[in-house]
């Protein structure tokens, strides 16, 4: 059975930084593309950003000089999203997929992100 689990949200002033990971486990998919989603208040779920492979990474719109989205330990199939000088627009819920290369994709819990001023 596949999981994806996400960490690394909470509360954060406006300015700071935070690193959000996701964890698959299970199924194999060593190889496949992951990323991440957000769903701000009153919007629907958007693309921020994803790793299709070692060449190319796809943008939502964001701000990428904000934005950076890597593999993180190698042991593991980790994706992470570190989001440097928040603004009170990157508040929402940021949910993790994999993608498993027949047009669907596995997801995670979503994992939440509140920016105060």
């Known amino acids: 059975q596949v999981q994806l689990v996400e960490s690394g949200g909470g509360s954060v002033q406006a300015g700071g930084s935070l690193t959000l990971s996701c964890e698959v486990s299970?199924?194999?998919?060593?190889?496949?593309?992951m990323g991440w989603y957000r769903q701000s208040p009153g919007k629907e779920r958007e693309l921020v950003a994803g790793?299709?492979?070692?060449?190319?990474?796809?943008w939502g719109n964001v701000m990428r000089d904000r934005f950076k989205i890597y593999w993180g330990d190698t042991k593991t199939k980790t994706i992470n999203l570190e989001i440097q000088n928040l603004k009170a627009e990157d508040t929402g819920i940021y949910y993790c997929?994999?993608?498993?290369?027949?047009?669907?994709?596995?997801w995670g819990q979503g994992t939440q992100v509140i920016v105060s001023a």
């Open positions: 299970g199924g194999g998919y060593t190889n496949n593309p």
């Open positions: 997929y994999l993608d498993i290369w027949d047009g669907s994709c596995f």
């Open positions: 790793i299709r492979s070692a060449l190319n990474t796809d």
